[in-house]
Nanobody, 123 residues
């Protein structure tokens, strides 16, 4: 069974940075797309960023463009999210996810999920 494990969350002041990491528990697991999602209390889970391993194509939700960068190593089943110039609005539980389809974009299209890591940004 494949599990994804996130780390790197924490409490930072507005304008600060965090780097989130995610790794798959199974060495033989390979995904086509990995992404980061976040969910704040009372709100729906939303896509933050994703990376397609075949060509390295990345995509970001508008509120984080220019501030967040997704990267990783498919061979190691790892993905990172560098979060710069953090804002209080970024406060949420962040989840990494993996999809077998390279066309995956929405939450329900990702088959594997991590447990989440809390990111809190104070003003």
């Amino acid at each position: 069974q494949v599990q994804l494990v996130e780390s790197g969350g924490g409490l930072v002041q507005a304008g600060g940075s965090l780097r989130l990491s995610c790794a798959a528990s199974t060495r033989t697991f390979r995904s086509a797309v990995m992404g980061w999602f976040r969910q704040a209390p009372g709100k729906e889970r939303e896509s933050v960023a994703r990376i397609r391993w075949s060509d390295g194509n990345t995509d970001y939700t508008a509120p984080v463009k220019g501030r967040f960068t997704i990267s990783g190593d498919n061979a190691k089943n790892t993905v990172y999210l560098q979060m710069n110039n953090l804002k209080p609005e970024d406060t949420a539980v962040y989840y990494c996810a993996a999809a077998l389809s390279p066309m995956a974009t929405m939450t329900h299209q990702y088959e594997y999920w991590g447990q989440g890591t809390q990111v809190t940004v104070s003003s």
